[in-house]
């Protein structure tokens, strides 16, 4: 069993900074690739930022670019993403998701096996 937990969520007023973190524990592997995903009411899940395991390579959602930097302590199976400027529209349930992708860009929500219970995020107008 592999556990994804997330942590971090919150209200916070548009323009404000939020950090999100996310571990995995159990039969996990050093070597997955972690990405987090929201997903707004009634829309459908989005992808908002990925990391490939030892940290090199990172991808983001164009809504995301340039406000969010996503990293990853590479010591153990856990992944960051600051969230800076943030918009009501960045309002959702954020999700960590890990899994050992190779080939694709990790942008993709069915390439994830693990995915945590989510944390609310709100950004309030």
């Known amino acids: 069993q592999v556990q994804v937990v997330e942590s971090g969520g919150g209200l916070v007023q548009t323009g404000g900074s939020l950090r999100l973190s996310c571990a995995a524990s159990g039969r996990s592997s050093s070597m997955y690739t972690l990405g987090w995903f929201r997903q707004a009411p009634g829309k459908d899940r989005q992808f908002v930022a990925a990391i490939n395991w030892n940290g090199r390579n990172t991808y983001y959602g164009d809504s995301v670019k340039g406000r969010f930097t996503i990293s990853r302590d590479t010591t153990k199976i856990a992944v960051y993403l600051p969230m800076n400027s943030l918009k009501p529209d960045d309002t959702g349930v954020y999700y960590c998701?890990?899994?050992?992708?190779?080939?694709?860009?990790?942008?993709?929500?069915?390439?994830?096996?693990?995915w945590g219970q989510g944390t609310q995020v709100t950004v309030s107008s």
């Open positions: 998701a890990a899994d050992l992708v190779w080939g694709p860009a990790p942008t993709q929500a069915d390439l994830y096996a693990y």
